[in-house]
């Protein structure tokens, strides 16, 4: 593959083309950690893997995603922002609009409709199977198209352009022009299909969410239509790559703990414990970038105004300042009354004013994927599973089972 530039672990502080450091990259990030909470790499990026750091820059309104250049992580403005990358008070308008559809008390009732779709899902599974391609792409894909308004017939158009745009997601110093140019052709191609799509639903509205934000009547609160299809194309990517890796890294995760796998079993009341501990052990996002907004202090270094700080999220996660034991999988760690106290929150929806709007469908979605594979019994085939080249968001390209 060409590359974009020929030294990026200058700029991150590790290689992330490393095969290494795909397959297992958080022995990597201790090697971060143990250069101090604060580390500056040879280009000028600030690094931290510290917990306590993430959390103070990501709940800190000094931080934000301004300017929209970006300085070593993006060569120029990304034209179309989603609220995903605004800072208040337009991240705050947006995010109002859409989050009244993601609230937990609705979410729940979507309960019936994701047990039938994974009950049908792995229902058309037998033998070997990759469980990616079966289960953990289709089931979220299929939930947020239902959400949006998108007819079933054009699910599968989605495919290419999602998996190219979460590519894009990463730095465009990882990525070769040509990875480049299919980034901004699948902004366009998806942007042009919502706008299609939004038409529709302006002239014949129906109970989804896009009828229900081009409804919204011209005033403050009303999306421009630029507004409107980024946050279309935001909710339809995020909504449902950061969930396929959920399910595949924790399937994954529990078929190489026999001994957690078993202790699930025997308590499938602590499904919701699980998934939160899953998350913490090998969370979809792995890292984020903030934007010091002026010049402030961050763990006694100066940090000046438009200086980028990349937040180790998968790292903190593992802080072993905060989490006992962190790098072993404890699916009883969030039960209420554990023994060693309440564990702290995970970071794997971020914190402050950009947490996941989606964390209680993902949560919802993996706990019931979850469940009905357990009931499928899956082996792992022999080999170690592909990952994806991505560095942002961490997830398999297959994972090859047996469901018995």
């Known amino acids: 593959m060409e590359q974009a530039i020929a030294d990026p672990s200058g700029i991150l502080g590790f290689d992330p083309f490393d095969p290494a450091f795909h397959a297992a990259p958080y022995a990597r990030y201790r090697e971060i950690a143990a250069r101090g909470p604060l580390a500056r790499t040879a280009a000028g990026l600030w690094v931290t893997a510290s917990y306590d750091l993430c959390g103070r820059v990501l709940r800190d309104p000094g931080f934000g995603h301004r300017p929209e250049g970006g300085a070593v992580w993006r060569t120029a403005p990304v034209r179309r922002r989603s609220f995903l990358t605004l800072d208040p008070p337009d991240h705050t308008r947006l995010r109002r609009l859409v989050g009244k559809a993601f609230t937990a008390r609705l979410v729940e009732r979507l309960r019936p409709r994701i047990a039938a779709l994974v009950d049908e899902l792995l229902g058309g599974l037998r033998g070997e199977v990759d469980l990616i391609a079966g289960l953990a792409y289709p089931l979220p894909v299929i939930l947020i198209s239902e959400l949006l308004g998108v007819p079933p017939e054009d699910r599968d158009r989605f495919k290419g352009w999602s998996d190219i745009l979460a590519r894009g997601l990463d730095p465009d110093f990882l990525l070769p022009p040509a990875e480049l140019a299919a980034r901004d052709a699948a902004r366009e191609e998806f942007a042009a299909y919502f706008r299609g799509l939004a038409a529709r639903r302006r002239a014949e509205p129906r109970d989804d969410l896009l009828s229900a934000l081009v409804a919204v009547p011209p005033g403050d609160d009303a999306l421009t239509e630029?507004?409107?299809?980024?946050?279309?194309?935001?909710?339809?990517v995020a909504g449902h790559e950061t969930t396929v890796n959920l399910i595949g890294n924790g399937t994954l995760a529990l078929l190489r703990h026999p001994d957690q796998l078993a202790w699930l079993r025997a308590h499938p009341e602590a499904m919701p414990a699980a998934v939160e501990e899953l998350l913490r052990y090998d969370p979809p996002v792995q890292l984020t970038l903030r934007t010091a907004l002026a010049d402030t202090e961050l763990a006694g270094h100066e940090i000046a105004k438009g200086q980028l700080v990349l937040?180790?999220?998968?790292?903190?996660?593992?802080?072993?300042a905060v989490f006992a034991?962190?790098?072993?999988?404890?699916?009883?760690?969030?039960?209420?009354?554990?023994?060693?106290?309440?564990?702290?929150?995970h970071l794997a929806f971020g914190l402050g004013i950009h947490f996941c709007l989606g964390a209680p469908l993902a949560r919802l979605e993996g706990e019931l994927a979850l469940r009905g594979l357990l009931d499928r019994d899956p082996a792992l085939l022999p080999g170690a599973p592909a990952y994806r080249a991505n560095l942002v968001l961490r997830g398999l390209a297959a994972l090859p089972v047996a469901l018995r």
């Open 226 to 236: 630029e507004e409107l299809l980024a946050t279309c194309v935001l909710l339809l």
């Open 311 to 320: 937040l180790l999220i998968g790292a903190a996660n593992r802080d072993p």
């Open 325 to 345: 034991d962190p790098d072993r999988l404890d699916l009883a760690r969030y039960l209420d009354g554990g023994a060693s106290g309440p564990a702290a929150r």
